[in-house]
């Protein structure tokens, strides 16, 4: 029978991504090796590959990888680290593979900016175990990430400006970075932020789909295997499983999102489960409250946009207004912005002009407006 410890991705062969022996000796953001890519489908970008040391949700050194795009003949470009959709389970969903073969959904929106003459760095933001669903985790790879680059000599971007952006996962792991940025990394400058489609509260999320057919069940899995990686003492999902359960957590465990989809459409949580009380255990509801903004003090210091669809089903509106009103009343530098759609990627392209024109206008070091 499969064992019910965590399963974890196969690693990336490629020794580029093997954390060295001495990673403990190194503090969040410094760099381990750098490595200069062919720009393929970039025409006249310079790619890098970074890795650098980061923490996860334990406290414990792990080391992350980011990808950054640099147009050709800029000097000092502003940089852009945008936080891409990752849902996904595999080492080959991430970025720094699937920036190359499509898989990376929102490239075609994320490289946009290199005609402006930015330079965008895509992290791969859920760390070596692919822990999708971790979100405390995605906000403090997504800070180091940034350091990292600043500190790569080779790259010239140690006196670049620094914005973050993100849409649903991406948005979460961006607005993580806002709202830890001042107690993770106060020693990081950022110019702007912007998040938008924002997985607030996993625990509302959790008890919404309930154990009935659902259209991205085959993501919600996804989730709960990336969470219990992270939390394997905690979160100890496989032990709820049934054979069946087990069995479709071994087909998925490095699949992408396109797969995840497919293969959890026709599917739901009574058919793999043996049990029904994980959402029972105190400790399980509490490290989804962990990794809910919802419920984080923290408070963004950087002018930050959020935008949100009123009638998204997937990310509820009231909870992400509810945050945005708190982030206000604390004196942050909030826009909050609704969209009247109901899709949840058809508001990712709708608000996509808009937080590009965002974060170029704090990049002029126009004020930031407050609009909650």
């Not at 933001?125 to 350091?147: F, H, N, Q």
């Amino acid at each position: 029978m499969t064992s019910a410890q965590p399963l974890y991705p196969t690693p990336n062969p490629d020794p580029f991504f093997a954390a060295p022996g001495n990673l403990a000796d190194l503090a969040p953001g410094d760099v381990v090796r750098t490595r200069r890519l062919d720009t393929g489908l970039y025409v006249g970008t310079t790619i890098w590959h970074v890795a650098f040391r980061s923490t996860n949700s334990a406290g414990n050194p792990i080391m992350a990888v980011t990808t950054v795009l640099i147009p050709a003949g800029v000097t000092n470009p502003p940089l852009v680290s945008y936080q891409a959709l990752i849902n996904s389970l595999g080492t080959k969903c991430n970025p720094s593979y699937s920036l190359l073969n499509e898989e990376t959904l929102d490239a075609w929106g994320a490289v946009l900016p290199l005609g402006r003459g930015w330079a965008i760095a895509l992290p791969d933001y859920l760390g070596p175990t692919v822990a999708y669903g971790a979100a405390r985790l995605s906000g403090m790879v997504t800070l180091d990430s940034v350091k990292a680059l600043q500190r790569a000599p080779e790259l010239g971007l140690g006196a670049s400006q620094v914005a973050l952006a993100g849409y649903s996962g991406g948005g979460m792991a961006s607005a993580w970075a806002a709202a830890l940025q001042p107690s993770y990394a106060p020693d990081l400058k950022l110019a702007g932020v912007a998040a938008g489609g924002i997985p607030a509260d996993l625990e509302e999320l959790a008890l919404g789909l309930g154990f009935g057919f659902h259209p991205g069940f085959g993501l919600a899995f996804a989730a709960a295997m990336g969470l219990e990686r992270e939390y394997p003492e905690r979160l100890p999902i496989s032990d709820q499983l049934n054979d069946t359960g087990l069995w479709f957590r071994e087909i998925t465990h490095d699949e992408c999102r396109r797969f995840l989809l497919l293969h959890g459409a026709v599917r739901n949580a009574e058919q793999l489960a043996a049990t029904k009380s994980l959402m029972d255990s105190p400790d399980a509801r509490a490290v989804l409250r962990e990794n809910s903004l919802r419920y984080f003090e923290g408070v963004p210091q950087a002018p930050t946009l959020i935008w949100q669809g009123v009638f998204d089903e997937l990310t509820p509106f009231e909870t992400v207004a509810g945050i945005a009103a708190r982030y206000c009343r604390a004196g942050a530098p909030i826009t909050f912005s609704p969209y009247p759609i109901a899709e949840h990627m058809t508001t990712a392209v709708a608000g996509l002009a808009e937080a590009w024109t965002f974060l170029e206008a704090r990049f002029r070091g126009e004020p930031a407006p407050t609009r909650c």
